[in-house]
């Protein structure tokens, strides 16, 4: 059976990695799956993607439900995944900064293409902390960080293990500091706010060591996908 493509949609959530994905994978196996994954009426998954991941991981067969097509389904998805998943507020400040960088194209009751173009409407920076709860400041904040970081930074603030404002301030210092410090965060278990002090020093002696080019941080690139 051919794999269920994904549609552009479900890529605002951050896919499970790790320990959580094998817990998941481990679950499904023992219990079967108790949420259906639903679908797009062309097919394409919009809520699931970890679970029917999962499901294939274990060898359990995936079940599927068809969204109606009522409403929005940017609103829908966002409802599915805020009311399932413990996301922090720098998590949903992330969310809602992908989708107010997301453009108008791809219809919500078309195929259409397979880019982030999904919206019927332009949504603004405020509407979409609206719909995540969270502030306008915090949404800035995150969309800064999509901009800036290293996507090791924005990695770390979608995985919950960094504030979006820390994520911030930390997009201003070189690349090296920025990985260097989401290092000592997620393998030393460093506050990131002691971490951030402490990679600054260590980047630099390294780079008088020779091991590191110690140079500034290059243009910025986006890293929403």
Sequence with gaps: T????FHPIADLFPLLEGDEYQALTADIAA????????L???GRIIDGRNRYRACLGAGVEPVFRTWNG???????????NVHRRHLNES????VAAKIANMEVGDNQHTGGSANLQTLDEKVSRA???KLLNVSTRSVDSAA??????????????????????AAAELA?????????AVRQIEEEGEKPADAIRAAKPHVAQNTNRGGGSGREKEPATSHVR
Excluded: C, T
Excluded at 2 to 5: A, L, V
Excluded at 144 to 165: D, F, I, K
């Design 2 to 5: 051919k794999e269920k493509e």
């Design 31 to 38: 219990n079967g799956l108790q949420e259906a994954i639903w």
């Design 40 to 42: 797009h009426q062309d």
């Design 70 to 80: 009522e409403g929005s389904l940017l609103a829908f998805v966002v409802s599915m």
């Design 91 to 94: 998590q949903r400040a992330m």
């Design 127 to 129: 509407d979409a902390g």
């Design 144 to 165: 800064h960080v999509q901009r800036e970081a290293v996507p090791e930074v924005v990695q770390a603030v979608e995985r919950g293990h960094l504030s979006v404002s």
């Design 172 to 180: 201003g210092e070189k690349e090296e500091v920025q990985r260097e």
